[in-house]
């Protein structure tokens, strides 16, 4: 925000404390999210809320957040006139630590990125995010769990179109809503599909997510890991 240099709008909103299961992040506010103060507030958001609740999730085990906290607008001197554009690595470097707390504070038992951005950020672990590759695609790495190391703690992730994205292109609705479907199983505890992806960095960061994969099968969430 007004740190990188380039004059946007922080999103002055309190933390939250008490603990969600089901944590949704996205890219980024766009011009409703950074007038009124909250995430998902437009068409996306609205989307998004229809899609839980028919998924059968409980509004209230959901919390919702950015990779980044301001807009990143293409001009910034004149943001009402300006596209949105994906954030750029130093934005994203800026927001972390707001993200971090965030995690930290809810304590989700699943972060589900939404669009690839969220994705990458999540899964590859930095500020690569206003650079990914290419030949990261949100559609070949959804709808499988996946564990990523976030400030210490190992965390599932379950990677899933933006809604965004869903609204423009219809013909992923129906993948979008099978895949909140699977979120709510993971939330009930019932979830049994076989994560395809450990990116371990070390030896130790392989043996703590092999302890979470037993745990998760001893709990029945998953039938079986093959690591």
């Known amino acids: ?22 944590l949704f992040i996205g890219e980024g506010p766009g011009a409703s999210e950074d007038k009124l103060g909250a995430p998902f507030l ?45 954030p750029s690595d130093i934005e994203v470097l800026i927001c972390q630590s707001r993200l971090l707390r965030e995690i930290h504070a809810l304590q989700p038992a699943l972060l589900v990125p939404v669009g690839a951005v969220a994705a990458h950020y999540l899964l590859e672990r930095g500020v690569r995010a206003g650079t990914r590759s290419r030949k990261f695609s949100i559609e070949k790495i959804r709808a499988h769990l996946r564990f990523a190391k976030i400030g210490g703690t190992t965390y599932p992730v379950f990677p899933t179109f933006h809604p965004a994205g869903v609204l423009r292109s219809q013909i992923r609705s ?12 993971i939330y009930r505890g019932t979830f049994n599909l076989l994560p395809t992806t450990v990116p371990a960095r070390d030896t130790a960061h392989a043996l703590e997510i092999i302890d979470l994969c037993i745990e998760h099968v001893r709990s029945g969430r998953v039938e079986f890991i093959n690591v």
């Open 1 to 22: 925000a007004q740190h990188s240099g380039v004059g946007y709008s922080w999103l002055h909103r309190p933390v939250e404390n008490a603990p969600k299961p089901i």
């Open 174 to 185: 129906h993948a979008f809503e099978r895949d909140l479907e699977n979120i709510r199983e």
């Open 42 to 86: 437009g068409n996306a958001g609205k989307y998004l809320w229809s899609a839980v609740e028919k998924a059968g999730i409980p509004k209230e085990a959901v919390a919702l957040s950015n990779i980044v906290q301001c807009v990143p607008w293409e001009d910034p001197l004149d943001p009402g006139n300006s596209r949105v554009r994906p």
